[in-house]
């Protein structure tokens, strides 16, 4: 199994990383972590925040150094059931080489949980399903706020209880179509918002996915310095699992 993998980076142009998250910091951390490729994706959850990827991506040009390092981005639904603030035009303007994106919140106050999973589940196979799309990013993943208006016996149901014929969708959607999902580490395994049960049930889900064939990305989700290595807590899952080497994805550069 491959490892040094980190998929999912910010920096502070976009005010999302804290200061101590500029490019050439990122870099020299993640050599100093022993990492070998990683992507810096930084949020562009509406078009006014075009402008600072050009200056992400000048300083990944700028800063050498012999780790594989891809321009990335990370999209966000602009409303429920809304689009991306992206398309093929700016994708190729831009030249992203990796982009995650996917559903970053509930769209509800319900405590019904049929109800929240199935609004998850639209906008999971709508970012699958997505052709530029190369990972679904934190799956059941919720701001601090969402997660304390239930409470954590609720949570550990949602993903105790997922519905086989969502695992299978997604599954099938994320072989078919090439498109990883991303086991997150600070979202999910080191956010003190979520319980540890919570966290188990976690861990068979992934087991879930992968025994139905997904793909898996790796990602810290770093917005500090100091979580820059944290994904090998994340491949450690990865060979716990047993994933099979063809069901870790790595972005690979087009000509």
Not at 5 to 26: E, K
Request: charged content about 25%; some cysteine.
């Amino acid at each position: 199994m491959r490892t040094g993998m980190d998929y999912h980076i910010h920096t502070f142009y976009q005010r999302c990383g804290n200061w101590t998250m500029t490019v050439p910091a990122v870099i020299r951390k993640c050599e100093q972590c022993r990492l070998t490729s990683i992507a810096i994706t930084d949020h562009l959850n509406h078009l006014g925040q075009l402008d600072a990827f050009h200056y992400i991506k000048r300083d990944i040009q700028d800063t050498a150094t012999d780790l594989d390092v891809y321009f990335g981005v990370e999209l966000n639904f602009q409303s429920c059931d809304g689009d991306f603030a992206y398309n093929e035009e700016i994708h190729e303007k831009l030249g992203f080489e990796v982009v995650i994106g996917g559903i970053h919140s509930t769209y509800t106050d319900s405590q019904n949980l049929r109800e929240v999973l199935e609004i998850q589940h639209r906008h999971f196979m709508k970012t699958l399903e997505n052709p530029l799309v190369d990972v679904l990013v934190h799956p059941f993943w919720f701001c601090r706020s969402e997660v304390a208006a239930r409470s954590p016996e609720w949570w550990e149901k949602l993903i105790e209880t997922l519905p086989d014929d969502y695992i299978s969708a997604w599954a099938e959607t994320s072989r078919r179509n090439h498109c990883a999902i991303e086991l997150n580490v600070a979202a999910i395994f080191y956010y003190d918002a979520l319980s540890e049960r919570f966290k188990a049930h976690y861990v068979d889900f992934v087991q879930r996915l992968m025994e139905k064939g997904a793909l898996f990305s790796v990602g810290s989700d770093a917005h500090d310095i100091n979580w820059l290595g944290s994904t090998d807590y994340a491949e450690g899952l990865l060979a716990a699992l047993r994933m099979p080497e063809e069901q870790v994805w790595r972005p690979s550069r087009h000509s």
